[in-house]
């Protein structure tokens, strides 16, 4: 599978490829400051400069074994990273975008980052513990302990916080297939934005406040895997308004992270393509 690097326009209703590549490229960050895009590939974490795009290899202080979680800090200074190098699960590592070295963050593993709200002051994450199916946790960015705010009810992925920062959107099966929920951003108020009959996953608010992207599978499909045939949404925060944008070929890798633009005009994805 070849990797085609996109953006898609709010305005225009339309995309544009930014990157066309052989090698397995997923989850694009767009940067705070409007200059680049972040993706991951074969472990790596790489820039993609939308003035001459390429893959450009970050330092991240000797860590290998990225996976599709991660992201930018608020204020562009620092990426959250996901990591398997230590061969104890995903673990969560804070590490400076100008390069140095990594500090983690997650008390267990395995932990996958997904969310920073807007103040840069909490990191949203999703964590397997104790046997348990997959819940949605908090902790402060600078330190501190872990709060679960789901306890349970099904496999809950994707966290994302909303533009104010008091909300914190949510994909969840506890009603037998995954759909958009959204609480409060202390896991109060749990509730499900809308019912259909895909496999939903991947909420992205938009900084801007006006819409919420999400990633819709197929009727029954298990999980969130790759290369099936998908579609991106978008639809009002309270769930109304929905739209169907682009459909092809993608899935895991496509959009996993936090991937809209600084000002809400525009979010980046991966398409797969054969030959």
């Known amino acids: 599978m070849k990797a085609s690097l996109e953006v898609w326009d709010m305005v225009r209703g339309s995309s544009r490829r930014i990157l066309f590549t052989d090698r397995h490229i997923e989850a694009p960050n767009w940067s705070p ?21 390429e893959l450009l290899a970050v330092d991240l202080g000797g860590l290998t074994r990225l996976n599709n979680d991660h992201g930018i800090s608020p204020d562009g200074k620092t990426y959250a990273i996901s990591s398997h190098h230590r061969g104890q699960g995903s673990e969560i590592y804070l590490v400076p975008s100008a390069g140095g070295d990594a500090q983690l963050k997650s008390p267990q593993a395995p932990s996958w980052w997904h969310g920073w709200s807007p103040d840069g002051a909490t990191l949203a994450y999703v964590a397997a513990r104790e046997g348990r199916v997959i819940d949605v946790c908090t902790m402060p960015a600078a330190g501190g302990p872990e709060r679960r705010l789901t306890n349970g009810e099904g496999h809950c992925d994707g966290p994302d916080f909303s533009a104010d920062g008091r909300q914190i959107y949510y994909n969840c099966d506890r009603d037998g297939h995954a759909q958009i929920w959204v609480m409060a951003a202390d896991g109060s108020d749990q509730r499900k934005v809308f019912a259909d009959d895909h496999v939903n996953w991947f909420p992205h608010p938009s900084p801007c406040g006006r819409h919420v992207i999400y990633l819709a599978y197929p009727p029954g499909t298990q999980g969130h895997p790759a290369n099936l045939a998908v579609s991106l949404w978008r639809m009002n925060p309270d769930g109304s308004g929905r739209q169907r944008l682009v459909s092809f070929t993608g899935g895991q890798g ?15 994805y991966v398409r797969y393509l054969d030959g």
Do not use: H, I, K, Q
Request: aromatic content about 14%; proline content about 11%; hydrophobic content about 40%.
């Open 33 to 53: 400051c409007g200059g680049y895009l972040l993706v991951n590939g074969d472990g790596a974490l790489f820039r993609v400069p939308f003035e001459r795009p």
């Open 254 to 268: 496509t959009m996993n992270v936090p991937n809209w633009a600084p000002d809400g005009s525009a979010f980046a």
